[in-house]
């Protein structure tokens, strides 16, 4: 049986301290069988809370492997344009005394 989860958990205990507490305010039981009924009432509907708030899907188990590769999926080729060719000419903003040399 797998363990509960947070929200299962949550959910049911909430449930349980609610509930009591209302129908106990409610019906204004003063006698013990009363409490009892309604705290068996209370834990038995947290209970229905808890089990039946959605829990996690199990993931589906993979195929078994054949002999056949897997599909592929097919890619989506994006067109690059072509490097620019190279100029002898100097770079806007370069001087001819930066490209002397001289430090």
Do not use: N
């Amino acid at each position: 049986m797998p363990r509960p989860t947070a929200a299962q958990l949550a959910y049911g205990s909430a449930t349980v301290v609610c509930s009591t507490m209302v129908m106990l305010v409610l019906s204004q039981a003063r006698s013990v069988a009363g409490i009892a009924s309604i705290a068996l009432a209370g834990l038995a509907l947290g209970l229905f809370v808890a089990v039946t708030v959605s829990k996690p899907r199990a993931v589906p188990a993979a195929a078994p492997r054949t002999g056949e590769p897997a599909a592929v999926p097919r890619r989506t080729l994006v067109s690059v344009p072509a490097p620019r060719e190279h100029t002898d000419r100097p770079r806007a903003g370069a001087t001819a005394s930066s490209s002397s040399g001289r430090r």
